[in-house]
């Protein structure tokens, strides 16, 4: 496998002033992001709301400026490309590569659009191509995804939140990208549908040989979909590990806790209450020192208070840990009482 | 295949039924509310009327006639008996005859119910142009007997027939509405447009200058700003920098309701989209986001209507707007003015009834545009 984009120490950050007076402050929503993603898997980046994955996924197709670091591409055909460096019209050659789900089907559609003209907008920007071609690419594209020709005529309120969801990834394919970045892309969906959806994203991705980066706050589906996980706390990468050995034995108490709050569908198994993580997330612009996870941890010690750990590899493995003590502390997976796999088979 | 099946979409009338538009969707909602719909049935009447001013008006407007001197209104009759006690159908006016008041030996019609005068349809007429372009000889109505009082809604001080005037009225009040309404949108959508799409220090610097003059009364400006303007002026110059006055305060409105439409699609998804499409800023806006809040537009559009005929009524009626040759409602108003000539000639006051319907009826349609505009409404 060969890496088909890096993200290299990746900031954001913004200022935002709190009154006429106040003094100017600065909400870390991203901090020295590193990963990559080798072309071909899954990547799913997890974790609560506002732990800034909506902005990795906008700062690395550059829907947002980033503040540091780079994000660098690498096509198939050689010649890296720093993405960050470029500009409107540098960029746009590069955008028919990499594509975007989005998590709203009802808002992410224009409703004043025919459908037909929504997945066709791409191919007419990056003047693909035209006239029958077009338009037999446009339906052909649309049929894939299981939008009959006749419906094309539409306008998006004649589709129900899963067809919508479908052009909507109708719109991504049809420049014939190489990643694509889902971001939440199922979690406004029916679960019936999502399911759905999910199969659907399989199926395109081994017809199309695709890369996705899938960000979601679901780990069912995550468990499902992807073949490594990056979890997120509050800006930071905390583990970035294969999907298997994270759900089998995480390492960083957070991911402990994500894995934990699954829910059980079977009640003979459910064992009293889940233990909850203590206390809110904590304001970005107000973030502990040393391990931003260590307000909330429940195996914090003096040294978490102070030193910050580092993205490290665990014991030599694919599974890599920003926690002290990864090596030492027994997590709890979520295979071992709950398997959740095949869930959505 | 695929081109096919939109051939046959193209050409099969049945599929239409499942392609409904934006603005058939809004259209349907909009006849739901029959107040709008009257409206702007009234809406439409009047703006037929002030197009076609110069056919439908019977007379010249500034025609005089000394012996008519606040005749009052004749009204049309459509049924009259005849000696035999038998009905005749057909209009008729009738005449005056003139009456000494035996105190103040001053002079007044009466309605005379011995003549009576046949009104007709289509009579041929001194020849004129429609509109200033299309040369015609046919009125609406008139009377062909030569010499006979034709005064509907009665005439004014100088004998001037009230209806005529009252509809070359209406082409410049109503026309100076939408003149000034278009002006401002102008503005309105290219400052806002602006300031809602790039946001920024220019938002900010463009807010505050709208707060400024939304901060400042509205009539001592225009009173000010129409008083400045030089005496020599044409009628139409006059006509146009009125509209400039007026469409001063006019495009702040807009400005806001534009900025704020950009500002709330800028953060849809289906911009981002766009933007992530690699479209251009230009093609962003034209094609993604005006056509989603145009209807908002002709609706907040539509409400600044009435606000713009009642402004310049009022600075006509004050006497600082159009001056005396040009005909408006607020012109014919100033006839109004003073209290003796309301007691002996009441029907002076007939513009004003025009004003107050077709600001409603404009308010009502308005209403009903912006209710089936917003997506979101039952």
């Not at chain 2, 038998?86 to 119910?113: C, M």
């Not at chain 2, 007997?145 to 005037?165: N, Q, W």
Request: glycine fraction near 8%; charge should be neutral.
């Amino acid at each position: 496998m060969s890496t088909l984009l890096s993200v290299e120490n990746l900031s954001k950050h913004y200022t935002v002033k709190s009154g006429l007076f106040a003094p100017m402050r600065q909400l870390d929503a991203l901090t020295d992001i590193n990963l990559t993603v080798e072309a071909g898997e899954t990547l799913a980046i997890v974790g609560e709301s506002g732990c800034g994955k909506t902005t990795l996924g906008r700062c690395i197709i550059n829907a947002q400026p980033s503040s540091g670091g780079r994000v660098v591409y690498h096509p198939k055909a050689g010649g890296d490309v720093e993405l960050t460096a470029l500009n409107k019209r540098q960029i746009k050659p590069w955008r028919q590569d990499i594509r975007m789900i989005f998590q709203d089907p009802m808002s992410s559609l224009n409703p004043n659009m025919r459908v037909f003209d929504i997945v066709a907008e791409p191919l007419r920007i990056h003047k693909v191509c035209k006239g029958r071609e077009l338009e037999d690419r446009v339906v052909s594209t649309l049929a894939k995804v299981g939008i009959p020709a006749d419906a094309v005529g539409r306008y998006p309120h004649a589709f129900s939140g899963g067809q919508r969801q479908r052009i909507g990834i109708a719109r991504a394919l049809v420049l014939d990208p190489k990643l694509v970045i889902a971001d939440e892309a199922v979690s406004a969906l029916d679960v019936s549908i999502q399911a759905q959806v999910l199969n659907l994203l399989e199926d395109l991705k081994a017809e199309f040989g695709l890369t996705y980066i899938f960000i979601s706050h679901d780990l069912g589906v995550v468990n499902y979909i992807a073949d490594r996980v990056v979890v997120m706390y509050l800006g930071h990468v905390v583990e970035n590990a294969p999907t298997e050995m994270l759900f089998e034995r995480p390492r960083h108490p957070y991911a402990e806790v994500l894995l934990e709050a699954l829910p059980i569908a079977d009640p003979t198994r459910r064992k009293g209450r889940k233990t909850e993580v203590r206390g809110e997330i904590p304001y970005l612009g107000n973030r502990p020192v040393g391990c931003p996870f260590h307000t909330r941890c429940k195996y914090a010690q003096d040294r978490c208070r102070t030193e910050k750990p580092a993205l490290r590899p665990i014991n030599g493995t694919a599974q890599e840990a920003a926690c002290h003590f990864a090596e030492t502390l027994e997590l709890k997976g979520a295979y071992e009482d709950a398997p959740v796999t095949g869930t959505y088979a | 295949m695929a081109l096919d099946t939109l051939d046959q979409m193209a050409t099969r009338p049945k599929a239409r039924a499942v392609r409904e538009s934006q603005l058939g969707l809004m259209w349907r909602r909009f006849k739901r509310h029959k107040l709008a719909l009257v409206s702007l049935w009234i809406v439409t009447g009047f703006y037929l009327v002030a197009l076609l001013a110069e056919f439908i008006a019977p007379l010249d407007p500034s025609a005089y006639n000394p012996r008519y001197t606040y005749a009052p209104p004749q009204g049309i009759h459509f049924v009259s008996t005849d000696a035999d006690g038998r009905w005749n159908f057909g209009p008729y006016v009738y005449g005056y005859k003139t009456e000494i008041d035996p105190v103040a030996l001053r002079r007044t019609f009466v309605i005379d119910e011995e003549t009576k005068i046949p009104v007709q349809l289509f009579v041929e007429s001194k020849p004129y142009m429609l509109a200033g372009v299309i040369p015609m000889s046919v009125k609406l109505f008139g009377v062909t007997e030569p010499r006979a009082p034709l005064y509907v809604l009665g005439a004014d001080r100088l004998g001037r027939d009230l209806l005529s005037r009252l509809i070359h009225g209406t082409r410049i009040s109503l026309s100076i509405g939408l003149a000034g309404v278009t002006l401002s949108l102008f503005f309105g959508i290219i400052i806002g447009g602006f300031s809602g799409y790039y946001g920024g220090w220019f938002d900010s610097a463009v807010m505050r200058v709208i707060e400024f003059i939304r901060s400042m009364p509205t009539i001592p400006l225009w009173l000010g700003l129409a008083a400045a303007m030089p005496k020599d002026w044409s009628a139409l110059q006059t006509y146009f920098a009125i509209t400039l006055i007026l469409s001063l305060i006019g495009w702040t409105e807009l400005a806001r309701v534009v900025r704020g439409r950009f500002l709330s699609l800028r953060t849809e998804d289906f911009v981002t989209a766009a933007q992530l499409d690699g479209a251009s800023d230009w093609r962003i806006i034209t094609r993604h986001m005006v056509p989603s809040f145009m209807s908002h537009i002709i609706a907040a559009a539509t409400l600044a209507v009435p606000g713009m005929i009642l402004a310049e009524t009022a600075l006509s009626f004050l006497g600082l707007g159009l001056q005396a040759p040009i005909v408006s409602w607020g012109t014919l108003l100033q006839d109004a003015q003073n209290i003796r000539t309301l007691a002996t000639a009441p029907w002076l006051l007939v513009p004003g009834i025009c004003v107050v319907i077709v600001i409603l009826s404009l308010n009502f349609f308005g209403d009903g545009l912006r209710d089936a505009a917003d997506p979101h409404g039952r």
